[in-house]
């Protein structure tokens, strides 16, 4: 091995990651910070998030709930910003797979910049860059092995442009 080589990188991630046994319970302490009314988005088994909403709940934190049933199309986000938009909700909480945090992702950056979503889609829209950087945004994975707590990038799925 070349010992002079510049072995020098930066990996940018997520600005914080919380692990902790029953951390769900203090979640809405670190929410408060942050927002004060989420638009919460799930999975189809709502019911999943149950100790989620009740510690927001107990916290006295209103909140939308915006369910995601399988991987996220454009309609499916378009109408989460409306929803979050129409409901003056001030942040996202993501609790869910990789499906539901990809939506919350897209969801909280296009509540804070103008213009369409195809605007910024890559591949089949204009790949805009963002204005404005995203509404806080709260991601809590249920599954292991996405990451995609940790990127930026959301995946979705188109069905004008298949």
Do not use: W
Not at 15 to 36: E, P, R, V
Not at 97 to 104: E, F, K, T
């Amino acid at each position: 091995m070349n010992l002079n080589m510049n072995l020098d990188f930066e990996f940018a991630t997520a600005k914080q990651i919380l692990f902790k046994t029953n951390g769900i319970m203090d979640i809405a302490k670190s929410i408060l910070k942050l927002g004060k009314y989420p638009l919460v988005v799930t999975g189809k088994d709502k019911g999943r998030a149950k100790p989620l909403l009740d510690a927001l709940s107990h916290a006295s934190m209103n909140y939308v709930l915006y369910t995601i049933h399988g991987e996220p199309t454009t309609t499916d986000l378009i109408q989460g910003v409306e929803i979050a938009k129409d409901s003056k909700c001030d942040m996202v909480i993501g609790f869910g797979g990789g499906s539901v945090l990809d939506s919350a992702k897209a969801i909280a950056i296009l509540m804070n910049n103008p213009g369409e979503l195809m605007d910024y889609l890559e591949v089949i829209g204009k790949g805009l860059p963002m204005e404005n950087p995203s509404a806080p945004l709260v991601l809590i994975p249920t599954t292991s092995g996405t990451g995609s707590e940790v990127t930026k990038n959301s995946v979705v799925t188109s069905q004008e442009e298949k």
